[in-house]
């Protein structure tokens, strides 16, 4: 690293001091970061952040004294910082991982329950890509506890419309995120009525989470929310999320579009990709496609959603702004394939508005 280039500062919070240890090792190995401090708890890691002041927390969800959740939330609304989650591969512990994220974790690493060494030097790229992209990242204060998303019905579905009116059942959304995308998603699903039509989105998420992932947003939106299946049928009201580990694309079959859900080398280094599901959007559905790409690094999707534009579909991007980080969307503009650039909380509404203009409804207030 060049002289007065200045390092990425980590402090690990891990109870395991054999996983402080060798996430300090791997965080050392690196030029451009180094470990400043190992806290055991989360009780040590306050006084810790007090003192050193690091650029980058890494924190285990599961911890004596205090909950790692508790303190992120705490953490968040007090000292807003970006923070890696190291989680657990269990169902209690994909779960908890995106409560992590809906307080303001930027992402998250899932470290195996056994081979607890060689599981964490193996992940050593994950690991330090993911404190890289933390340091650089847009992160927001936690929202009081009261706003945060109950599991049940919230304020953002409530005011969401009923109804956007008589529409082609021909008509898909297809959304690609990666960091940041579980909550940019979750805000622009909520936002979608009932009888929208179908949402197809590739989040990317490794396998044991989207199954949790999905679960979670069928219990806050008015659509239904699962995790695709291969060879079911694409249907209006309904978002499919690509399960992790495996790349989501669309067919025909017939009158009837269907998920296919296949294994695969990776794409631009990413398993489910963007990319995939894009280019099958412009190959099978063409104009009556929406494109909406959310926050994420790198460009996974980019050059396919311009072949969705070429094809005819009309393409929403975020904004920096309103981005965690600002990367597929940057690479989607400058690929040439947005339409529009909006921040998140105007892209939902934006599509309904579409959707009126092209389904064949006049637009009208909900």
């Not at 200045?6 to 300090?24: E, F, I, P, Q």
């Not at 970061?33 to 050193?52: F, Q």
């Not at 990317?204 to 219990?219: Q, V």
Request: with cysteine; aromatic share 2%.
């Amino acid at each position: 690293m060049a002289p007065g280039i200045k390092k990425t500062r980590v402090l690990v919070v891990d109870d395991s001091a054999l996983a402080r240890s060798l996430l300090g090792e791997i965080i050392n190995r690196q030029s451009d970061m180094e470990c400043v401090g190992a806290a055991s708890d989360p009780l040590v890691a306050r006084k810790m952040i007090r003192d050193i002041n690091p650029d980058v927390l890494t924190l285990d969800v599961e911890m004596p004294r205090m909950d790692g959740i508790d303190f992120l939330g705490k953490l968040m609304r007090l000292r807003p910082m970006p923070v890696v989650m190291v989680s657990t591969l269990t169902e209690r512990g994909a779960e908890v991982t995106l409560r992590a994220l809906e307080l303001g974790a930027v992402d998250f690493v899932a470290k195996p329950k056994i081979g607890l060494a060689d599981g964490i030097r193996a992940l050593e790229t994950d690991i330090t890509d993911k404190i890289r992209i933390a340091a650089a990242a847009h992160v927001r204060r936690a929202p009081p506890v009261a706003s945060l998303p109950p599991a049940g019905a919230t304020s953002t579905a409530a005011a969401a419309p009923r109804s956007i009116g008589r529409l082609s059942t021909e008509k898909i959304i297809f959304i690609g995120a990666s960091t940041g995308g579980t909550e940019a998603t979750r805000e622009l699903l909520m936002q979608l009525p009932a009888d929208s039509p179908a949402v197809m989105i590739t989040q990317h998420m490794p396998p044991g989470f989207t199954t949790s992932y999905a679960k979670r947003l069928d219990g806050l939106c008015r659509i239904s929310v699962k995790e695709a299946i291969d060879g079911e049928r694409v249907l209006p009201g309904h978002a499919y999320v690509a399960p992790g580990g495996m790349h989501l694309s669309v067919e025909r079959s017939g009158a009837n579009y269907i998920a296919r859900v296949r294994d695969g080398d990776p794409v631009n280094r990413h398993k489910p990709s963007v990319e995939v599901l894009f280019r099958s959007a412009a190959r099978v559905v063409g104009p009556n496609a929406l494109g909406v790409m959310l926050t994420g690094m790198g460009a996974d999707g980019a050059l396919a959603m311009k072949e969705m534009r070429e094809a005819g579909s009309y393409n929403l991007v975020q904004d920096e702004a309103s981005c965690v980080v600002y990367g597929m969307p940057r690479e989607a503009v400058a690929a040439g394939a947005a339409h529009e650039v909006l921040p998140l909380l105007q892209i939902a509404p934006q599509l309904i508005a579409r959707l009126r203009q092209t389904g064949g409804v006049a637009m009208h207030r909900v």
